[in-house]
């Protein structure tokens, strides 16, 4: 059986890598198998967060991945805090996996930059956590972008060890080993002002990305602004090497209009960035409008948020409870 599992952190807004390196494969994936989506708030407190603006942030996620096209009832969205498995199979977990798999995770290294002595624990044990997110449903998939492949990996790692452990004792396999879904044009997306770095809610520059809270003007704005090089599009894709920036607005435009890079490059190779980039956005606002018109009409109903979160995580406890009753037999804590 499929069932997909995927989350994202409740930190800044929902921005254009987000959309269309993973979220819209969440809302195409709803109606292929049982999809599982999680706010995820736990691994959001790996780095200070001020308890208000937190508080904010979960429910202005939750309101942008229903306006981006999550239907609460072909998919099971709630704020990973409110399903403690996710938080006591991290326990178990972390006794699973080794400490030399963690000091491989190229993303500690980044965020934990010069300061890794004052970074939290939490940051460095994350990837545990993120495993447990995904086996605690025995999710088979995952869609996600480009970035998260390493964690993903050090899951699959924590999947069959465990499975080696304690598989023989327990009479059976515990967790399917989970398959990464990277799929599109776009599963990285990098900033409009550095075409080596990815679009990230972290930047402090936001003209490095296009959030789907933008208005019309801004998106264009941002988009005119968007560093580029002086030479005119290429008519085929080999002509985009070493060209990162031009690269990345034609992996936009690819994926805004469902083409290949190849179509995109034969119906606009030879135009300047002069003409290029004012149809790259007309598209980016032609499919963002609707999401923001409708983010704007839910984010401030907190009843209705409230429910869907409720509704949500109890359907996740049904599933991920009996999990962790047969990792507990498995591990040796109940009979
Ligand atoms: P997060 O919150 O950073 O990002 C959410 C999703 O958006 C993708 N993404 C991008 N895709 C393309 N281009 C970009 N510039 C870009 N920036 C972000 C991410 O790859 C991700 O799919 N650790 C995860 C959250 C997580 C998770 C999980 C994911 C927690 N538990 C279990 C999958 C399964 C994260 O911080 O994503």
């Not at 994926?255 to 135009?271: E, F, K, N, P, Y």
């Amino acid at each position: 059986m499929k069932r997909v599992f995927s989350g994202i952190q409740p930190t800044g807004n929902l921005h254009l890598g987000n959309y269309l390196g993973a979220i819209r494969n969440w809302v195409r994936m709803q109606d292929e198998a049982e999809c599982i989506f999680s706010v995820v708030d736990l691994h959001a407190i790996t780095v200070a967060q001020d308890p208000a603006t937190l508080r904010r942030g979960i429910r202005e996620m939750v309101a942008a991945l229903i306006a981006a096209g999550l239907d609460p009832e072909r998919c099971i969205l709630f704020p990973q805090s409110r399903v403690r498995v996710h938080a006591e199979l991290a326990w178990v977990l972390m006794c699973t996996a080794r400490v030399g798999w963690l000091n491989r995770m190229t993303q500690f290294k980044e965020k934990s930059g010069k300061d890794r002595e004052g970074a939290s624990v939490g940051l460095y044990t994350y990837p545990v956590l993120q495993a447990a997110d995904i086996l605690a449903y025995r999710a088979t998939h995952v869609p996600v972008g480009e970035d998260q492949k390493q964690h993903l990996e050090l899951a699959r790692d924590i999947a069959i060890k465990f499975n080696n452990d304690f598989g023989p004792s327990f009479g059976g396999e515990l967790f399917p080993p989970p398959e990464p879904v990277i799929e599109g044009p776009a599963t990285r997306v990098m900033s409009l002002r550095d075409g080596s770095a990815k679009m990230s809610k972290s930047d402090p520059s936001d003209q490095s990305r296009i959030n789907l809270t933008d208005d019309a003007d801004t998106i264009a704005a941002k988009i005119k602004r968007a560093k580029t090089d002086p030479e005119a599009l290429p008519s085929e894709p080999a002509g985009l090497a070493g060209r990162a920036e031009a690269t990345n607005l034609v992996n936009l435009m690819a994926a805004l209009t469902d083409r290949s890079i190849a179509q995109v490059l034969a119906d606009h190779g030879g135009q300047g960035f002069g003409a290029f980039k004012p149809a790259l956005a007309d598209v980016m606002v032609a499919k963002l409008a609707p999401i923001t018109a409708r983010f704007n009409a839910l984010k401030d109903d907190a009843s209705a948020i409230e429910a869907i979160c409720a509704r949500g995580a109890d359907r996740a406890r049904a599933i991920a409870e009996p999990v962790l009753a047969d990792v507990h037999r498995a591990v040796g804590f109940t009979a």
